[in-house]
């Protein structure tokens, strides 16, 4: 019986080497490579989003780079305040814009901007006005609340007063009189 017993022991370890442990190595090395498949193509995912933000962000860097020196420089701050009311998940309305000749060939371009936001997006987009590449100046924030329902007192209205300045040396070296209104819109 004893040997029995050691002969069916053996029998299951030859059984388990030969049969079961091969099965068992290779499904270990198939999800060994499932994993660092998934891995892969994660990596991969988050290259093509990153591409897709670079790519965002050079064309919006080009065309600043490429615009014509005597675009109109209202317009150019009303589309940089846009993108950074779009990146803050703000929606505005810009209201009017103003251009004032400033000594030496600056100028500077400012607008008024009405919008609606809870607090949270109002903070989001100084944020972005505060960390933007271009340098803008708030001249005024005016907040106020625009609830319709007093259990719904989350809606802000906001009015800013922006400007930036740009320099213009052709100008500066033309004269700043010479046939200009002085740098203001006619």
């Known amino acids: 019986m004893l040997a029995g017993a050691a002969a069916a022991v053996a029998i299951l370890y030859l059984l388990d080497r ?3 442990s091969p099965w068992i190595e290779e499904w ?3 999800g060994t490579q499932i994993e660092e498949r998934r891995r892969e193509l994660d990596e991969a995912r988050s290259l093509m989003e990153r591409e897709d933000r670079v790519k965002r962000e050079w064309t919006r860097m080009e065309a600043r780079l490429t615009r014509p020196p005597e675009l109109e420089s209202d317009v150019a701050l009303l589309g940089q305040i846009k993108d950074l009311g779009d990146r803050a998940g703000v929606s505005m309305t810009p209201e009017s814009s103003r251009r004032i000749e400033r000594p030496g060939g600056f100028f500077e371009v400012g607008c008024e901007v009405s919008l609606e936001a809870d607090i949270v997006h109002l903070r989001d987009l100084l944020l972005e006005l505060y960390n933007s590449e271009e340098f803008l100046k708030v001249h005024s924030l005016s907040v106020i609340s625009r609830a319709l329902d007093r259990r719904k007192s ?14 213009a040396p052709e100008r ?15």
């Open 154 to 167: 989350d809606r802000l209205g906001v009015d800013l007063k922006l400007s930036t300045i740009e320099f």
């Open 28 to 30: 270990e090395t198939l």
């Open 18 to 20: 030969l049969l079961l």
């Open 172 to 186: 500066a070296r033309r004269g700043t009189r010479n046939g200009s209104n002085g740098g203001r819109k006619p």
